[in-house]
């Protein structure tokens, strides 16, 4: 987060967070001398059995100091990692554990072994929360990239404990809870990707808030022939054809209606881009979510670049979200001019289409007395 994203959070965390539910947070529980299971996101990539990237782990860190310096006792970090059937060696947490202690090593943390090694975990069962909650005097819940997962570590286990929030959900509900209510305009949302069926839901619930939507990626062509969107939608003007889906295939720039026949539309043109990132840099508030292109191939990477260094320099409120966007922004080291930079990617866009989180929902809201 960048100075002015911390500054307006230090100065609006107690004021509303428009139509998102504010939950108790970990700052009006009392920790000192107490047991905490601390529910982290730390399903972080592995290479060769270590770290490849620790952005989630960085991202918890604020909660576990918060927690040191307020004199707990001890602390169970829970968390999944990738998708295990069952008890794999490749998923065990031991490597997250030694980069954990790396970055802030001390003797009261303790990491608990992957929950999804569990088989109960992922079913919210009642009986494997209540091994989590065994010993443990209160729960706090700062995995927002879980949040919209009922399971036993991140809703059952809320009931068993007294619960609160922790300091990234917090600001996590905060950012993106602005982007549903008054907000300075311009206000443009960016999204791309796949199909229109994924994200159809925030879509619709965007357009009720934003001045305008740019549309990339294949979803671009599916509205294009059906729009159910009432917000104005700016659609790609030209496009980078290939002839097939491969990185190498023979590609050209040709306007939206003119790519030939067999070929393939596998980023927004560079008329497109410029015009986007003109919309862009004018706007006061940003919300974007997915790649304009097939941007893993640098060659079709151009629209998505064009858009990451366009929401970089806008001066305004900027929100990203989503695995591959954000990946874009590290990629051009362009995170710390962003706003906010969110660790959810399903759990945003629910937020966003104004669901109900599991994870939020089970933990008593703001100002709620201790149990």
């Known amino acids: 987060m960048n100075e002015w994203a911390y500054s307006c959070w230090l100065a609006d965390l107690n004021g509303s967070l428009s139509s998102v539910r504010k939950p108790r947070s970990v700052r009006e529980a009392d920790v000192a001398g107490k047991v905490v299971l601390l529910r982290a996101d730390l399903n972080v990539p592995l290479e060769g059995g270590q770290v490849a990237d620790d952005t989630r782990i960085r991202a918890a860190l604020p909660t576990l100091e918060y927690l040191l310096e307020h004199d707990v006792a001890r602390i169970r970090v829970c968390s999944h990692l990738g998708r295990p059937s069952g008890e794999d060696p490749a998923f065990r947490m031991e490597p997250v554990s030694e980069h954990l202690g ?18 109960g975990e992922t079913d919210n069962d009642e009986g494997f929360a209540r091994e989590l909650a065994e010993g443990c005097d209160l729960y706090v819940n700062d995995a927002f990239g879980s949040a919209h997962r009922a399971h036993s570590s991140t809703e059952a286990v809320a009931h068993l404990l007294s619960a609160y929030a922790g300091l990234l959900l917090e600001q996590e509900l905060e950012m993106l809870g602005r982007l549903l209510g008054e907000v300075e305009r311009p206000y443009i949302a960016i999204v791309g990707g796949l199909k229109v069926e994924d994200k159809l839901g925030v879509l619709e ?3 009720e808030y934003v001045d305008t939507m740019l549309i990339g990626g294949k979803m671009a062509e599916q509205l294009r022939e059906e729009n159910p969107l009432e917000a104005p939608v700016r659609l790609p003007v030209d496009v980078v054809a290939a002839a097939a889906f ?4 023979e590609s050209k720039v040709v306007r939206w209606n003119e790519v030939p026949d067999g070929w393939l539309g596998l980023d927004i043109g560079p008329e497109t881009g410029e015009l986007f990132a003109e919309k862009i840099r004018s706007a006061k508030t940003v919300f974007w979510n997915g790649p304009m292109g097939v941007f893993e191939w640098e060659r079709f990477a151009g629209g998505t670049k064009a858009v990451a260094q366009a929401v970089a320099a806008c001066e305004g409120f900027t929100v990203v979200g989503g695995g591959d966007s954000v990946r874009a922004l590290s990629e051009l080291g362009l995170e710390e001019r962003v706003s906010w930079v969110s660790t959810g990617g399903g759990a945003s866009l629910e937020l966003l289409e104004g669901k109900e989180l599991p994870g939020v929902a089970a933990i008593p809201v703001a100002g709620t007395r201790r149990c």
């Not at 790396?102 to 088989?119: G, K, Q, S, Y």
């Not at 491969?246 to 295939?249: F, H, L, N, S, V």
């Open 205 to 207: 619930n965007l357009a």
């Open 102 to 119: 790396a970055l802030l090593m001390n003797e009261r943390i303790d990491v608990l072994e992957n929950t999804r090694f569990n088989p």
């Open 246 to 249: 491969e990185e190498e295939a």
